[in-house]
Each structure stands twice: as C-alpha cells, then as structure tokens.
C-alpha cells in the first residue's frame, strides 16, 4: 500500500469517526446506514489497494459478518443473516476486482459464506428456541421484557397490553389442564398473528400475555382475538379476557415501571366489568 493510499483512507476513517461523535446525539436510524455504507466502501478500498484476492485483510470481511449476525442473533431474523452474507459475496468481489485468480476466489469463497451461513442458521435456531416458551412458542418472560426494553432504548412509540384470561381455572377443573394447554397455544397463535412480526408477543406466566403493538390501534386489535371461540379437542370454547393498553411515548424509562402500568389498567377493567355485571 502506498504512503499516499494509506493517509488518504486514515483521514475518511478520521472524519467518519469526527462525523459519528458529532452527529450521534440527535440522528436516528439514518446514521446506522452512513455507517454501513462508509464502512463497507472502506473495506472494498482496503482490498484493493492492499493485493485484491491476495489481501490478508479477507479475514476482515469474516470478522465484520461474525459481528453483523451476533447483533441481529437475539431476533433470529433469517434475512438479516442471508443480506448479511450477501453483502460479504459483494466485498470480496468487489475488493478482488481485477485479480488473474478472481473467478476461483469467488468460487472458493461462495463455499465459505454458504457454510458460514448454516453454522449461524444452527446457532440462531438453538438461541430462538431458548428465547419461547415451551408451551405457547411466544417469547418467554425473559425475551420479551429484553424486547420491550430495546424498543425503549431505540425510542419507538408503542402501546403495551396487559392481557388476563378469565375464568382459566374454570377451564382447567371443568376440561383438565390439557384443554387449558390448548387454551392458552391457541390464544398466543391468534395474538401473535394480530400484530407485526416486529412488535412483541410474550408470556408472562400463567394465563397472562404481553403485546406491543402499533401506537392508537392495539386494543381494537386484542379486542378482535376474543370474537371466535377458539378450537380445542374438547370442541369449539369462548375465550374472553381482560385488556390493560398503556401507551409508550418516552415518559417512562425502564421496564418494570411500564409494565406495573399496564397491569393496573389491566385491573381497573376488570374492576368496572365486575362493577357492571353486578
């Protein structure tokens, strides 16, 4: 590499930095892609300029993917994975651009990613399974409160709801606990279906569930989940339950003060439901 290549590649390294300590305090998700763009473009120069299909620096490209799929590896989002490994195809060809030996680097390294691909496909598949609960496959209690919290950290806007069965153990001493099993797998698959797949459906314990969804609509949503009697082996069953929506707009910090919101709106509607059947 040449004196001149490597200032002139140490200064828009130097600036990007400068830029993101400057710009950081007030951007949003633009600057994650300013990032991304800059970082990949510097990669590219690096091998180029550094032997193209010859470069030691290859392993960087190894390094930064290995990076990528650990951030999104909490999510196991599949197509984080597969445009990550896309993105590393696209450096290595492009960096090695110009190489004799170009078509056979691109070959051997296609075998490489792909590889890489399903190792991490194993892993994120093991780490999803450890984030669900074993009886419902939504988040677990541990997962979902993990999620909430990121969307606080990112400050997204979000209504949470605090869902409550009535009559469960009604359900179970009448059917047995293999019909509340059905139950509650049924009512987790209809919740999970009535938001995006990017909001949060959770089990809190027993016959409670957690749900994030869009700001204004998530409680006409919920309220539509109890409209169809749910199938079970014991016949079509009516299932209805307590709501408590809060909304998040950035007032609340943590976790645990939100969610004590959301269960005391959750309790004051079952308070005026059994005030009004009386």
Do not use: C
Not at 138 to 149: F, H, K, P, S
């Amino acid at each position: 590499m040449s004196w001149s290549a490597y200032f002139f590649l140490t200064g828009i390294a130097l600036f990007q930095y400068v830029f993101v300590w400057y710009a950081s305090p007030r951007a949003g998700v633009w600057l994650d892609w300013f990032n991304l763009v800059v970082d990949v473009a510097m990669t590219i120069a690096l091998l180029q300029v550094s032997g193209r299909s010859d470069s030691p620096l290859v392993i960087l490209v190894y390094v930064w993917m290995f990076a990528m799929v650990t951030l999104n590896g909490r999510h196991g989002d599949d197509r984080a994975l597969y445009l990550t490994a896309l993105l590393g195809l696209f450096i290595l060809g492009a960096g090695s651009w110009g190489a004799e030996d170009w078509a056979s680097f691109m070959l051997v390294h296609l075998m490489s990613v792909s590889l890489f691909v399903f190792t991490s496909m194993t892993l994120m598949d093991e780490r999803r399974s450890n984030q669900l609960d074993s009886l419902t496959r939504v988040l677990n209690r541990r997962a979902g409160l993990e999620r909430i919290a990121e969307k606080m950290q990112r400050g997204e806007a979000f209504d949470l709801a605090y869902i409550d069965l009535k009559g469960f153990k009604n359900i179970n001493d009448t059917h047995g606990h293999a019909i509340g099993d059905e139950v509650l797998s049924g009512l987790a698959g209809r919740l999970a279906s009535s938001v995006r797949s990017s909001d949060v459906v959770m089990r809190l314990g027993g016959d409670e569930f957690l749900v994030t969804g869009p700001a204004g609509s998530l409680n006409g949503r919920l309220q539509r989940v109890f409209y169809k009697p749910l199938r079970t082996s014991s016949g079509p069953m009516n299932v209805f339950g307590d709501i408590g929506v809060v909304s998040w707009r950035g007032e609340v910090t943590d976790v645990d003060t939100l969610l004590n919101q959301a269960d005391a709106a959750m309790y004051r509607m079952k308070y005026t439901e059994t005030r009004e059947d009386r």
